[in-house]
């Protein structure tokens, strides 16, 4: 089992920036992959970014390629994403997630750990 916390969420004005975590717990010595996922009202949850934590690669969503980082920081067990030049479609809830993947994938139905969520409302 892997438990995942987020935190860093709130409200920014466009143009603004952000910073996620995500801090894991339990049994995080096996291979896997932590990744973002967001929903907004109405909408699908989607892909954001996700990394591998064995080789340190990462993927982005088009939308968010050039403005979202996803970096980690080992001794912490713990995955950023650092969201710059925020638009108002940037905002969803944010989740965080982890799949026993050693290569970072976009289908939600391949994480089986799910944290609660973190809200982010991004003004105009």
């Known amino acids: 089992q892997v438990q995942l916390v987020e935190s860093g969420g709130g409200l920014e004005q466009a143009g603004g920036s952000l910073r996620l975590s995500c801090a894991a717990s339990g049994r995080t010595s096996s291979p896997y992959t932590v990744a973002w996922f967001r929903q907004a009202p109405g909408k699908e949850r989607e892909f954001v970014a996700g990394l591998s934590w064995r080789y340190g690669s990462t993927d982005y969503q088009d939308s968010v390629k050039g403005r979202f980082t996803i970096s980690r920081d080992n001794p912490k067990n713990t995955v950023h994403l650092q969201m710059n030049s925020l638009v108002p479609e940037d905002t969803a809830v944010y989740y965080c997630?982890?799949?026993?993947?050693?290569?970072?994938?976009?289908?939600?139905?391949?994480?089986?750990?799910w944290g609660q969520g973190t809200q982010v409302t991004v003004s105009s």
């Open positions: 997630a982890a799949a026993r993947t050693i290569l970072p994938t976009t289908s939600a139905r391949e994480y089986n750990y």
